[in-house]
């Protein structure tokens, strides 16, 4: 059974800085790709960042680029989603989640098949 369990979510003032971290178990974390997705109220769930199973290369959607980094820890089963400079834009349910087929790496929620429970992020202006 894979369980994502994230932590790290809150309250933040625009301009500040959270870390949000995703822990995983129940495969071999190291195989799989991850994502960070994002849902703000009201809106369709969208593509945050990705990065692939080595955890060498990464994407990240346009509106995040340059203010938020994804890590992993392979050693620690974890992902890891920096948010600097955040905005109010940036509030909603955050989930993490493990790509569905191992070494294969893609930023399509669709790929993704199994998710975490969603922290929420919540930016005041």
């Known amino acids: 059974q894979v369980q994502l369990v994230e932590s790290g979510g809150g309250l933040v003032q625009a301009g500040g800085s959270l870390r949000l971290s995703c822990t995983a178990s129940g495969r071999p974390f190291s195989n799989y790709a991850m994502g960070w997705f994002r849902q703000a109220p009201g809106k369709e769930r969208e593509t945050v960042a990705t990065i692939t199973s080595s955890g060498v290369t990464t994407f990240y959607a346009n509106s995040v680029k340059g203010r938020f980094t994804i890590s992993r820890d392979n050693g620690r089963n974890t992902v890891y989603l920096q948010m600097n400079n955040l905005k109010p834009e940036d509030t909603g349910v955050y989930y993490c989640?493990?790509?569905?087929?191992?070494?294969?790496?893609?930023?399509?929620?669709?790929?993704?098949?199994?998710w975490g429970q969603g922290a929420q992020v919540t930016v005041s202006s």
């Open positions: 989640a493990s790509h569905r087929y191992a070494f294969v790496w893609g930023s399509s929620q669709d790929e993704y098949a199994y």
